[in-house]
């Protein structure tokens, strides 16, 4: 398989050096060239799969012959030891048409790990293959640090920076990092916001040199191999609940970066019956204004009780607006279209565009009070307490119900963090401390780790490159 930029303007790649490479060098991100395609027949043979069994069908062909079949199943199968529930990725019935796909079970209790697992051990695979070092550089509003550093320290190859918005993440995600001493992890905490930390590792991207010859590789959701083993849970869920070509299901996805959603529009472009995607956001609401009105410009950033997803542009929206005018054959105007966003902060797409897109996608943006009296309500009725970003999601899809388009299919929230992250909001939704799960009940009690800095990209860069 071969990896094309959404700019077209970059060289082909293997999908080892896409992966390593991260941003494509005309300012676009891969994508593979084409996608596998499964038949109805196909999906009866994998309904009854093991998650990494399934893991292994759905990606084999993105990988190709650059892995042998025996070692990349062996990396599946390690990127999901370290998961706390049997199932992975166990689905629960809410009722008769509501499903949660709970994606929290992993070592540190989001989504992200399904994804940055993985690439850990494929990262580790490549660079001792190599003989190669490597640092990776990362920001993160939350989560994708943590998960990042669980699943890359074990990469002797690998030095860890991770820049997060100082006193901007939750006391719990702050020492999910923090809280890992391993000498090949530094933590950064920048005076700003989360995306003033990711503007800054852009930077760095586009001027290396201060690594001393080493690669910088990223890790946030432009990686490709993070879409793509996103793209598992779905077909897992969707299988499970019996979802065939006549009957086919709905989801509802708590969206920032739009890694998580893309990966759910890639699987129904592969076969599986998916019908509606519910793009479900907190009051950063560029994508709900996008679909509702062709505006996709950029606001001022909101502080809210779900931050991971406090984000004013969604990196891989580009990806999806690669496919769409790929499916319109007009894909060599995607790359003026997203240069005029670089300068203008605002895009509009063409009407066919928009239409093709809502065929799909809905949007729905719920506020801070809605997401308390959505966990508060959900807790009265089923005696479970929801993260806040499943909130968003759930209160979404119950909108989406209420609307015309919904037509009686099964519809699955996508169940992203464990409340324990995020145990402010859940007190301020008028619910007790949620607790930690138990292999992580002395995490508040550990030694802490960080170094604070300015917003400064020349001391950041100076601070990495003496440890490099
Ligand atoms: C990262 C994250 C999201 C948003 O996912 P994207 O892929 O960025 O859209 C939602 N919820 C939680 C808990 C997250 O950590």
Same mark, same amino acid.
């Given at each position: 398989m071969k990896y094309i930029s959404t700019r077209l303007k970059s060289s082909k790649k293997t999908f080892e050096e896409a992966i390593l490479q991260g941003l494509a060098d005309d300012g676009g991100l891969y994508v593979p060239e084409t996608l596998p395609v499964f038949s109805s027949q196909d999906l009866e043979k994998l309904r009854h799969l093991s998650y990494e069994d399934l893991f292994f069908e759905i990606t084999k062909d993105f990988v190709g012959d650059e892995i042998y079949h025996k070692i990349y199943r062996d990396i599946i199968q390690k990127s999901y030891k370290n998961f706390s529930h049997p199932a992975i990725a166990p689905l629960k019935q809410l009722n008769q048409n509501e499903f949660l796909l709970e994606l929290f079970h992993g070592p540190t209790l989001a989504f992200k790990d399904f994804a940055l697992q993985f690439l850990g051990n494929l990262l580790n695979y490549f660079l001792q293959k190599n003989n190669e070092k490597i640092v990776i550089i990362g920001a993160t509003s939350g989560d994708t640090g943590s998960a990042a550093i669980q699943g890359c !320290?074990?990469?002797?190859?690998?030095?860890? @920076?991770?820049?997060?918005? +100082?006193?901007?993440?939750?006391?719990?995600?702050?020492?999910? *990092? #923090?809280?890992?001493?391993?000498?090949?992890?530094?933590?950064?905490?920048?005076? $700003?916001? @989360?995306?003033?930390?990711?503007?800054?590792?852009?930077? !760095?991207?586009? &001027?290396?040199?201060?690594?001393?010859?080493?690669?910088?590789?990223?890790?946030? &959701?432009?990686?490709w191999a993070r879409i793509m083993a996103q793209i598992v849970y779905y077909f897992y869920a969707s299988l499970r609940l019996g979802a065939t070509r006549f009957n086919p299901v709905s989801f509802s996805v708590p969206t920032g970066n739009f890694g998580d959603i893309y990966a759910g529009f890639l699987a129904k472009k592969m076969g599986l019956p998916v019908k509606r995607l519910l793009i479900a956001t907190n009051s950063n609401d560029i994508l709900t204004r996008f679909i509702n009105n062709? %505006?996709?410009?950029?606001?001022?950033?909101?502080? #809210?009780?779900?931050? &991971? *997803?406090?984000?004013?542009?969604?990196?891989?929206?580009?990806?999806?607006?690669?496919?769409? +005018?790929?499916?319109?054959?007009?894909?060599?105007?995607?790359?003026?279209?997203?240069?005029?966003?670089? @300068?203008? $902060?605002?895009?509009?797409?063409?009407?066919?565009?928009? #239409?093709?897109?809502?065929?799909?996608?809905?949007?729905? #943006?719920?506020?801070?009070?809605?997401?308390?009296?959505? =966990?508060?309500?959900f807790y009265q009725k089923t005696s479970e307490t929801l993260d806040p970003h499943t909130a968003v999601a759930?209160?979404?899809?119950?909108?989406?119900?209420?609307?015309?388009?919904?037509?009686?299919?099964?519809?699955?929230?996508?169940?992203?963090? +464990?409340?324990?992250?995020?145990?402010?909001?859940?007190?301020?939704?008028?619910?007790?401390?949620?607790?930690?799960? =138990?292999?992580?009940?002395?995490?508040? %009690?550990?030694?802490?780790?960080? %170094?604070?800095? %300015?917003?400064?990209l020349e001391t950041i860069k100076t601070f990495i490159s003496h440890k490099v």
């Open positions: !320290m074990a990469c002797d190859n690998a030095q860890i @920076f991770i820049l997060h918005p +100082h006193n901007k993440v939750s006391e719990v995600q702050r020492k999910q *990092m #923090t809280t890992i001493l391993a000498p090949n992890v530094v933590n950064i905490a920048i005076k $700003g916001n @989360f995306d003033d930390c990711q503007a800054m590792v852009k930077k !760095m991207f586009a &001027s290396q040199e201060f690594l001393k010859g080493k690669k910088m590789v990223a890790v946030n &959701s432009i990686n062709n %505006d996709y410009s950029k606001h001022e950033m909101i502080e #809210t009780i779900s931050p &991971s *997803m406090n984000i004013q542009v969604s990196s891989n929206f580009e990806r999806m607006l690669f496919d769409i +005018h790929r499916e319109l054959k007009k894909e060599k105007n995607l790359a003026n279209l997203m240069q005029d966003f670089e @300068f203008k $902060g605002a895009l509009k797409v063409d009407k066919d565009v928009l #239409t093709k897109i809502k065929e799909t996608f809905s949007s729905y #943006t719920i506020n801070d009070q809605e997401t308390k009296n959505t =966990i508060h309500q759930v209160l979404a899809s119950q909108k989406f119900m209420q609307s015309s388009d919904y037509e009686k299919e099964y519809i699955i929230s996508i169940a992203t963090a +464990h409340p324990a992250k995020f145990p402010e909001a859940i007190v301020q939704a008028g619910l007790g401390q949620p607790s930690l799960p =138990i292999f992580l009940k002395d995490l508040l %009690d550990k030694e802490e780790r960080m %170094d604070i800095l %300015d917003k400064d």
